[in-house]
């Protein structure tokens, strides 16, 4: 007995779906972005709705500021089979002229106000049968709730409820919901606090989190938190002009969060004096040479005796360097001891080997 | 009333030294690493001492694998004033050997095994002032914890409360702890599992924790978790053969948890088709402009008037890009609408200016 349990106790919310993405219940934790073209340069949103396609992206969200870019957004549906919700803000018009063509809107009720504009557009959302997100922002409050409690979780907290009793007072209920800051602390706070007072599925991410170094950092922490706490359905990484990168990011927070087991898992010591190999350039050339691999493959490359043996028991496949030569271990049986320049080649072989068996995935 | 207030309740614990460094209690969190270096080359590992010391870390660790590395250690310390951890391995000769010259001892009891050696060294540790890491690790538990419960947090806990009872025995409790496995969920569980049964530090950490991408995706979810919940009171974030980014990373999480309140902190909206200006442009020249600041300001670097004023309010100062022109904020105040052109150059004058103010760095 190696594997521990898992320790995530995934919360069971009410399911929905953007498209042909459920998102919810005891679906995958699907992963989005957003477009930062202008919404009416149509081939250029194209691509890179198509870019976040092939990064690996379920779901797209598109900016709608005003009626040319609703229009503009209805030919880009046409166009591509990707999830898209709409972001609108202010103009309830603007979800009216969407909704036929979008798989979501995101829209605060709040920030449409009046109430008979509410009911005309979650009508046509029942018509079109699309699911609304209620997308609080700690920059945009309400100022009611923000002169009450500041720019803060609770603020946050009290606005979604806020806006969330809007749609349930027109028995709408195919909602998720966001509450996203800027920063760490406040973001956890907000969806720990909401988490036990609704069914709703969670959007979960931390909002402006900078450029590529500190929103990888900073969205790891918030989004890695609250998925160890079994709190998020869907996710955004949010990165100032990176749209392939916050994909790249958002799926190695989900595996190495240990929530999805898909790929490679690279186990390597961080190197030190008792080092008997050169560990940087064999680690390297195995990442390399695994990095298309889909298989859940555990490889441990350890550069001496003193943790390499304890590891390479979880590890499916593993080299543990020693003086002058090294083991290669599977699944905690050693199957061969090769000098120190034969162990590579030989990990390489049997990783091959493996990953044409048929894994399996759960 | 804007700021959230902290939701971090930091557990206190006992507090201990390791040369100068505090680490417990109410001290900073500390940031270490590891030489990598062969320790018998004492200009190599003087080299990267010096190197982890410009990049800011507080304690270096150092192998001990053998006889001349001991000797070579002494050397080491006598050319180095950064408080350096002897990583010891069952030869309890090792640790008498090291003590009187380094500021610390890593070492398990249970992995020197007869009790009279664990004495020798004890009574070394006491009688030259120095603290013991107790450092478990998933991969090399002793046997009759593997047997029992895998290789799990379960049996982290239970390795580490044995191996801390052999140095409570010897009425030892100059001691901080470690409950590194390679995976994040193992390892966020051992420390959770661990704090409520012990009073003393943890040294918090996840092994083997890979390249430099994932390595700071992992450290960044366990650490961050850690931190968020108050577990942690020195770090170590593990890259196979990173120094310098390994201390980058391990600052980053202190900072971008909302630990540290150092430097600058740039919010920046991910760019989306509301934006009205460059602002992935804009946003690398504010980075770069501020990096060294270590006065603590939010600056708001936002593309458009959804969030910007509201991120403004908790922000030093901020631009918020409009059509054509656009506003600079200084803590909610907006004292200037200049030209698009106009606003960064001025944005980068009130940043001088602020920089320059005797800021509180509570």
Known sequence: MIKSTN????IKTRKLHIGDVPIGGDSPISVQSMTWTKTTDIPGTIAQIRLLHFSGADIVRVAVPDM???VALKQICSQTSMPIVADIHFNYRLALEVAPHVQAVRFNPGNIGDKNRIKLIIDRCKEFKIPVRVGVNCGSLESK??????????????????NIKYL???DFRDIKVSLKAS???????AYRGLRPLVDYAFHIGVTEAGTRFHSTVKSSIALGSLLLDGIGDTMRVSMTGELEEEIKVAKAILKDSGIVKDGVNIISCPTCGR???DLVSAVAQVEHATKDIKTPLNISVMGCVVNALGEAKS???AIAYGKGSGLIIKKGEIVAKLPTKELLPRLLVEIDKLKDDNYDTA
């Open 7 to 10: 320790m995530i106790k995934r």
């Open 275 to 277: 080092l008997e190999a």
């Open 145 to 162: 709730f923000e002169d009450k409690y500041g720019q803060t979780a609770k603020g946050m907290i009290q606005s979604a409820l806020y």
């Open 68 to 70: 040319p870019s609703a």
């Open 183 to 189: 920063d760490v602390q406040r973001t956890v706070e």
């Open 168 to 170: 349930e007072d027109l």
């Open 315 to 317: 590890a499916d496949v």
